[in-house]
């Protein structure tokens, strides 16, 4: 459908408000021996410095949770918050990142007892579009909740609904949005419908039992939930938001795994992709040019998360026990250096043109949540694999012509309005010259453009006719002037020195107070002050609590939300 599509008006692209990710860590209860790890308060926890045992350091997030944190702080504390921009039209992203055995499934998916945050965001984003269906003037829009569930495994990705599905593409559409043209995608009209699918589709995803874990997640599980809204009425605008719940598989030391063969293959993909994580959150960083987006199938799917249009939120999973130590550090400076990644969620909206909607007749008895196929707005024709599984209902007719030059006519007069300010506002900023023109017939435009091009070719003519004039006076020039001086002797031109960025971790020598590293907010202590009372403060952000450790931040929405009927 994208010739009939057209990009909203409502936000222009360059108004896009940064939004950080927002990284928060989650600290597993200790299993055996003592903790190397510890939160001091609701923002702040420190690890041993394992150069120097007298000294531990500090590290600052958005949240940490204690090992008595319970599924609902996390879910009420740091994604529910997220969810509300689906309804606008904005991405969400939640993933779980750390080491095998740290609590990450636990986190995502939970058990009956406890579910995770994909039982609770699902309930929540079902509830959010019942309600607003409901709400005065709820009866303009149509609501739609579908999903899809994929897993890479071993650089594949593998359809959990379809398991026939083998290793899909991933895509990119002209508003830079991830899509896997194929993957199987299940409309959602109640909880029901998604355990119903989701719960065989979890059975599908590749586990195995490790030294650590006794089901070890082998793939890296991705769960996304589409929340679109459309308008029923003219100008039929369509906002389309995407919420991915991504369960990573975790990074594993095989000195301690004990993987042999097909798990040792397994954990080299797992592990090769982590480090394409890491490098992406890097170059993102140093405002590098190249993202390397595409060198893992991971990264490629989370470039929507991690430098892209989504509201994220990293829960990095820790596990506390000694023998975890360095896989705890690295989650940490992963995690303290993915807090500086900053997104840009912006609202996709469409407007369909009247003639494109083929509303089926309006059944009497329907209620406001009438179900409409799932499609993606603005996807590019060459998205559009094989296997697609977009309706084929919406298609253009063969003799439209390019679609941003449909007649006036057939438009909705606000729409045209609209248009008309966009054109003149383009027009006035200088960008004519460099865009199609929105509105006008294409002879019209074509004899512009062939204008634009004869003048073009003109000018260029004329400027290499002035470069050779100024060459053949430079030689002559030359020729005229003294013997150069001999360069070898002269002194060596100042070279380009190399930034070295400084490291996620600080240390400073013992005795000196060092302050947080800026955004990093990583603080090396004397672990004698600490243990004599003196533990230095990190400076809070206004309105942050002291909550202890394990008392959870206090919810922002009011709304207490039970799981009763999770089963
Ligand atoms: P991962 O997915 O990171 O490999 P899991 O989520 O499978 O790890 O957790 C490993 C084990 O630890 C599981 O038995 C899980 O129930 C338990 N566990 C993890 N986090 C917690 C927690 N916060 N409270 C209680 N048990 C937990
Ligand atoms: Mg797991």
């Known amino acids: 459908m994208p010739s009939q599509q057209r990009p909203s008006l409502a936000e222009p692209r360059r108004a896009r408000p940064p939004a950080h990710v927002r990284v928060c860590v989650r600290l597993r209860p200790c299993s055996q021996g003592d903790p190397c790890i510890r939160g001091l308060d609701s923002r702040s926890l420190e690890i041993i410095n394992w150069r120097n045992k007298l000294e531990t350091m500090q590290y600052q997030f958005d949240t940490i949770y204690g090992d008595q944190a319970t599924q609902q702080d996390i879910y009420s504390g740091s994604v529910q918050p997220v969810l509300c921009h689906l309804l606008e039209g904005q991405n969400a992203s939640v993933l779980a990142y750390g ?69 899909l593409l991933i895509r990119e559409d002209r508003d830079r949005n991830i899509l896997i043209p194929g993957l199987t995608e299940r409309e959602l ?94 170059a993102l960083n140093q405002g590098l040019p190249r993202v390397p987006y595409r060198d893992s199938k991971l990264t490629r799917l989370l470039q929507d998360s991690l430098g892209g249009s989504a509201h994220s939120v990293i829960i990095a999973n820790v596990a506390p026990e000694q023998h975890f130590y360095f896989d705890t550090l690295s989650t940490l400076n992963f995690a303290a250096k993915s807090k500086q990644v900053v997104n840009r969620p912006f609202t996709q909206e469409t407007l369909q043109t009247p003639g494109a909607r083929k509303r089926p007749p309006k059944d009497p008895g329907a209620g406001p949540r009438a179900k409409r196929p799932p499609e993606d707005p603005g996807a590019s024709s060459e998205d ?126 013992v005795g000196q107070q060092a302050m947080p590293s800026g955004a990093e907010g990583i603080l090396v202590v004397q672990r004698n002050q600490c243990q004599a009372g003196h533990r230095p403060r990190l400076p809070m952000a206004p309105g942050v609590g002291s909550a202890r450790l394990g008392i959870g931040p206090v919810s922002p929405w009011h709304r207490a939300w039970g799981v009763p009927g999770w089963a």
């Open 99 to 167: 080491p095998t055995g740290a609590g990450k499934t636990h986190t995502m998916l939970g058990s009956p007892e406890q579910p995770g945050v994909i039982p609770r965001a699902l309930r929540d984003v079902l509830q959010m579009t019942r309600e607003a269906s409901c709400s005065p003037g709820g009866e303009e829009w149509d609501y739609s909740v579908s999903m899809s569930y994929l897993e890479i495994y071993q650089e594949k990705v593998l359809d959990l609904l379809e398991p026939s599905q083998q290793d």
């Open 189 to 282: 009209g109640g909880f029901r419908d998604f355990e119903r699918h989701f719960l065989p589709a979890s059975r599908n995803r590749t586990v195995a039992s490790t030294q650590l874990n006794d089901r070890s997640s082998r793939s890296h599980a991705v769960l996304v939930v589409r929340v679109a809204r459309s308008q029923r009425a003219p100008p039929h605008r369509r906002r389309v938001a995407k919420l991915c719940l991504i369960d990573l598989a975790g990074s594993e030391d095989n000195r301690r795994t004990g993987n042999r063969g097909l798990r040792l293959k397994e954990s080299g993909a797992i592990n090769a992709s982590r480090h394409v994580l890491s490098k992406v959150v890097d």
């Open 384 to 509: 559009a694999g094989p296997g697609a599984k977009s309706p084929p209902e919406e298609e253009p007719p063969e003799a439209e012509p390019l679609s941003s030059l449909l007649p006036l006519e057939q438009l909705d007069p606000r729409l045209v309005q609209r248009l008309l300010g966009l054109e003149q506002l383009e027009k006035q900023q200088g960008g004519a010259g460099r865009r199609l023109p929105l509105l006008s017939t294409p002879r019209r435009e074509r004899v512009a453009l062939l204008h634009q091009l004869e003048e073009t070719r003109c000018e260029l003519q004329k400027l290499k006719e002035r470069q050779k004039e100024l060459e053949a006076m430079a030689l002559l020039d030359k020729a005229c002037q003294p013997k150069p001086l001999d360069h070898s002797k002269a002194p060596a031109r100042a070279r380009k020195q190399a930034v070295v960025l400084p490291l996620q971790q600080v240390q400073t020598p």
